[in-house]
């Protein structure tokens, strides 16, 4: 039996992170015999809810000036990981799946604090074991965004969009020196072809476990 593993999809928005998780979740179950949970950050908590009103410029909370922003996605990933993943890995045969984890914080809120004070804050939190970061030009990004429509969250005009990619290079560099393991998978074409170079890299690392 497969011991309980913690798998994270990263990337900008808009570069399919949330449908790749759902694919790789498909496979794991059905391919591997997996039992997965699927979650997400911000999360379905009361602090992630208050969080993702807070990215909203519309709502009042939208008001919260991006200081503080660093410290509501810390309070809601320790809720998420007291009540979400941390039971789910305490489960025989149970992988917890997350769409985003601390990574995005190291690379969206360094932008108002810098890094070393994002990894600071984050420095608590369980490590997960594998990270695939989707890559993905932030025109394409975009271009994307606009196709589903829906509010647009503070975070995604172009140039912020350049600047948190430059970030998360700084930020798999970080991870990387403390021993995470991190893989990049190029985000163009379709969901198909991405699914499948996400699950090329999942199988790999299955294969090279111990
Ligand atoms: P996202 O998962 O992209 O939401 P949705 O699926 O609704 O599009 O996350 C919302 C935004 O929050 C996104 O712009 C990234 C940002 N974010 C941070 O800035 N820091 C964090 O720690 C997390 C988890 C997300």
């Given at each position: 039996m497969l011991s309980p593993q913690f798998l994270v999809i990263e990337g900008l928005d808009g570069s399919g992170g949330t449908t790749q998780v759902a694919r790789l979740a498909d496979w794991l179950r059905s391919d591997r015999g997996v039992e997965v949970l699927c979650t997400n950050e911000p999360s379905n908590g009361p602090v992630g809810r208050f969080v993702r009103r807070s990215l909203n410029?519309?709502?009042?909370?939208?008001?919260?000036?991006?200081?503080v922003l660093p410290y509501l996605f810390a309070a809601d990933r320790r809720d998420h990981l007291d009540r979400v993943v941390l039971p789910a890995l305490e489960r025989p045969n149970s992988w917890v799946l997350s769409d985003r984890y601390y990574h995005s914080s190291l690379a969206y809120q360094s932008l108002s604090i810098g890094l070393p004070a994002v990894a600071q804050l984050n420095a608590p939190f369980r490590a997960p074991d594998l990270t695939v970061m989707i890559d993905l030009e932030p025109e394409v990004c975009l271009e994307r965004i606009a196709q589903r429509g829906g509010v647009r969250e503070r975070f995604e005009a172009l140039d912020r969009l350049r600047t948190i990619r430059d970030a998360y290079e700084d930020v798999i560099e970080h991870c990387r020196t403390r021993g995470e393991t991190i893989h990049r998978v190029s985000g163009d074409g379709d969901i198909e072809a991405v699914a499948d170079r996400i699950r090329d890299v999942v199988s790999r690392w299955m294969e090279d476990r111990p």
């Amino acid at each position: 039996m497969l011991s309980p593993q913690f798998l994270v999809i990263e990337g900008l928005d808009g570069s399919g992170g949330t449908t790749q998780v759902a694919r790789l979740a498909d496979w794991l179950r059905s391919d591997r015999g997996v039992e997965v949970l699927c979650t997400n950050e911000p999360s379905n908590g009361p602090v992630g809810r208050f969080v993702r009103r807070s990215l909203n410029p519309a709502s009042s909370e939208g008001r919260l000036g991006d200081g503080v922003l660093p410290y509501l996605f810390a309070a809601d990933r320790r809720d998420h990981l007291d009540r979400v993943v941390l039971p789910a890995l305490e489960r025989p045969n149970s992988w917890v799946l997350s769409d985003r984890y601390y990574h995005s914080s190291l690379a969206y809120q360094s932008l108002s604090i810098g890094l070393p004070a994002v990894a600071q804050l984050n420095a608590p939190f369980r490590a997960p074991d594998l990270t695939v970061m989707i890559d993905l030009e932030p025109e394409v990004c975009l271009e994307r965004i606009a196709q589903r429509g829906g509010v647009r969250e503070r975070f995604e005009a172009l140039d912020r969009l350049r600047t948190i990619r430059d970030a998360y290079e700084d930020v798999i560099e970080h991870c990387r020196t403390r021993g995470e393991t991190i893989h990049r998978v190029s985000g163009d074409g379709d969901i198909e072809a991405v699914a499948d170079r996400i699950r090329d890299v999942v199988s790999r690392w299955m294969e090279d476990r111990p």
